[in-house]
């Protein structure tokens, strides 16, 4: 049954306890990706962050909200939890599933740089790794030849300087 | 100054209290979206919803939660209230900001696609509008040809027929 609508998927009947069962693919995907935090840590860890004190300093969350949420993302196959040799600690290592967050990690920035009247904002650049041409989140017929395959990308953060 | 990352945007130092006054353009968007549900009423905005007890029965929702949700949307010029006439009731309508968030829940149904192994799952076909040509949201050069504009733009789902 293909049913066109207006602009987006629309579940039916979803009710807060049947959150997780119903079948639109935007309500699955934040199921997983929860509260703000998930996606900071996620973010964080595409930057190269992988210890523990290393997301604890970067997002001041507490020891107990981050423990939780990194057993989540190693539950849901978003990081892989890898023993340090020589040490009692774990990295917490992205996967394949998690780099293709980095689309909507992006598609945020991209509309937080254009809705945000915020002059501090760290600007986000991404580019074609070889040309240093800059690139857009964009609907294409699938396989144009434009298309940027993800390891040929850079993104580049501009800070307004202190002057 | 430019800083090459890894791969994505890392705000320095960020501390739950002063989350709301640091610089990443991903964590501003998170302080507008929030949690789940806003981004639940965004697209169920988009799919033609406006009334208060439509996104209540659609989400299932508590009405002082959702009283406060769609206030946040209007402060955050996300929605804009509108007098129903000859009612006392209100219409919730998506501002150009919202339907610009259209790339963000679309980067995420594509990603609950790719990985979530529900074979229940609605799918959502994006395409373009006169030649029905399947669409992807994808990385291109700025001002590529094969860009489709948002107007041009058809997104239809597909539910699994209970047989």
């Known amino acids: 049954m293909v049913h066109k609508v207006n602009q987006i998927c629309y579940a ?3 009710t ?3 959150y997780e069962k119903h079948h639109c693919p ?3 995907s934040l199921v997983e990706l929860g509260d703000q935090w998930t996606l900071l840590i996620v ?3 595409m930057s190269g962050l992988s210890r523990f004190n290393e997301f604890q300093d ?3 969350i507490s020891k107990n909200l981050l423990t939780r949420r990194l057993a989540q993302l190693c539950e849901d196959g978003i990081f892989e939890r890898v023993a340090i040799p020589k040490s009692k600690r774990y990295a917490y290592v992205p996967t394949q599933k998690c780099w293709d967050l980095r689309v909507v990690l992006l598609a945020m920035a991209q509309w937080g740089e254009k809705w945000r009247d915020d002059p501090r904002l760290t600007r986000l650049e991404v580019k074609e790794k070889t040309s ?3 690139l857009k989140l964009e609907f ?3 396989g144009d030849s434009a298309i940027v395959a993800p390891e040929d990308i850079d993104v580049l953060r501009h800070y307004k300087s202190a002057g």
């Open 26 to 28: 935007i309500a699955q």
């Open 43 to 45: 973010r964080d860890a």
């Open 16 to 18: 807060s306890t049947n």
């Open 140 to 142: 294409v017929p699938e």
């Open 58 to 60: 970067s997002l001041g």
């Open 12 to 14: 039916f009947s979803m």
């Open 132 to 134: 240093g041409q800059p």
